[in-house]
């Protein structure tokens, strides 16, 4: 059964911003698409190479994130640093388990297996593999998915210091913590947009990468 030709094997291009099908000029540099304007590309120009610049900082910042505070409170009893895995360790101890299992899958394990997910498509990719084409598919829309769920502590220190406004007896801050883990799951986000997941599907057409 033969397959169904893609649109960069007749020569189409394919707009990321309009989804216009546009044919490609031979010899043509700079194309553009003919609706919206946008460079048209057959492939995300060096897909890969920005998506592991992406990811290695992202993984550089993973570290500062669970070790510095996320949130700084001070009263007229003393002050107090919380860090994401102090955090989990008091609601479990205080019997909120359900909380701390929600705040340690959320801000500790989706990010780490977001990162070890793009490792994996990106290695697959570069190698040019076959293997599991399709769920490797499902694990790129599943990455792109649940990006945006990470900020989980980011969205509870925020709300926590909008509530606080009894400063003249407490205040809280959002500590050092809060932006790394911000530019964790921010950094992965661009990572998750600049991989084609195209690329995947490559090896079976023998399509070259643009």
């Known amino acids: 059964m033969s397959r169904a030709p893609t649109a960069a094997s007749l020569g189409l291009y394919s707009c990321h911003a309009c989804g216009q099908l546009s044919r490609a000029v031979p010899g043509a540099h700079g194309v553009r698409c003919p609706r919206c304007g946008a460079g048209l590309h057959f492939r995300k120009p060096n897909s890969i190479s920005r998506t592991w610049a992406l990811l290695i900082a992202a993984m550089i910042l993973y570290i500062p994130a669970n070790v510095l505070p996320m949130m700084k409170t001070s009263s007229l009893f003393g002050s107090q640093s919380d860090t994401i895995m102090s955090g989990v360790v008091y609601f479990w101890t205080s019997g909120s388990w359900y909380l701390a299992l929600i705040i340690f899958f959320a801000s500790i394990m989706v990010p780490m297996l977001k990162m070890l997910a793009l490792v994996v498509l990106l290695v697959s990719a570069r190698r040019r593999s076959r293997w599991q084409q399709s769920q490797r598919t499902r694990l790129y829309r599943l ?68």
């Open 143 to 210: 990455v792109e998915f649940v990006g945006r769920w990470s900020m989980l502590d980011v969205y509870v220190v925020a709300v926590i210091v909008a509530l606080v406004q009894l400063k003249a007896l407490a205040t809280i801050q959002p500590g050092p913590g809060a932006v790394a883990f911000g530019g964790v799951v921010v950094l992965t986000m661009f990572a998750a947009m600049a991989f084609d997941p195209r690329l995947i599907w490559d090896p079976l057409e023998g399509a070259e990468r643009y």
